[in-house]
T-cell receptor
Framework: AQSVAQPEDQVNVAEGNPLTVKCTYS??????LFWYVQYPNRGLQFLLK??????LVKGSYGFEAEFNKSQTSFHLKKPSALVSDSALYFC????????????FGTGTRLQVFP | DAGVIQSPRHEVTEMGQEVTLRCKPI?????LFWYRQTMMRGLELLIY????????DSGMPEDRFSAKMPNASFSTLKIQPSEPRDSAVYFC????????????FGPGTRLTVL
């Protein structure tokens, strides 16, 4: 089955430190990968996507993600975390059998402490 | 553009009552998705439309749920009769094919069924 896994329910990091939110995928063919962020009481907001090309993708709010085909991973990173980055982060992959749809992970809650 | 608009933002109702959630997609987008988010089940795709036509309703939990899209700028999700287990946040999202599945989410409707 096509799927996305976010192995950590929560990630805690101190403000100013680098952060990583992990995502691995299992899909047929070349994956189209996405990261979304959800702030409290808000809808999901698009952060970045990987379609093809450079394995390092830069997105909104200083976030970036690295596509690693051999490890089937697409980890979200930021060099220096802010308290305002605290939110719920979702990794998603386009369903290769129904390219209209996204398959979402279960989400990782990022908590940045001052 | 105002983004995806959903109404109401909050709905509290009693078991057995009919509930109607509304969504206005971004102008020009030809895909519309309805999702449900709960702590237990995460983010679930209920149904999606393309050019106002329902394409995949396999995620609709029961016959109590129905969705319509009478025109390109309006969709409804109806629950009749509602049950306490329907309590969740319901999101609407829209996109078009040129965005390669990147979806734009509304702010959601928080439904509480007593």
């Amino acid at each position: 089955a096509q799927s996305v896994a976010q192995p950590e329910d929560q990630v805690n990091v101190a403000e100013g430190n680098p952060l990583t939110v992990k995502c691995t995928y299992s899909v047929s063919g070349n994956p189209y990968l996405f990261w979304y962020v959800q702030y409290p009481n808000r809808g999901l907001q698009f952060l970045l996507k990987y379609i093809t090309g450079d394995n390092l993708v830069k997105g909104s709010y200083g976030f970036e993600a690295e596509f690693n085909k051999s490890q089937t991973s697409f980890h979200l990173k930021k060099p220096s975390a802010l308290v305002s980055d605290s939110a719920l982060y979702f990794c998603a992959v386009r369903d290769p059998y129904n390219t209209d749809k996204l398959i979402f992970g279960t989400g990782t809650r990022l908590q940045v402490f001052p | 553009d105002a983004g995806v608009i959903q109404s109401p933002r909050h709905e509290v109702t009693e078991m057995g009552q009919e509930v109607t959630l509304r969504c206005k997609p971004i102008s020009g987008h030809d895909y519309l998705f309805w999702y449900r988010q709960t702590m237990m089940r995460g983010l679930e795709l209920l149904i999606y439309f393309n050019n106002n036509v329902p394409i995949d309703d396999s995620g609709m939990p029961e016959d109590r749920f129905s969705a319509k899209m009478p025109n390109a700028s309006f969709s409804t999700l109806k629950i009749q009769p509602s049950e306490p287990r329907d309590s969740a946040v319901y999101f609407c999202a829209s996109t078009d094919r040129g965005l390669i599945a990147e979806q734009f989410f509304g702010p959601g409707t928080r439904l509480t069924v007593l």
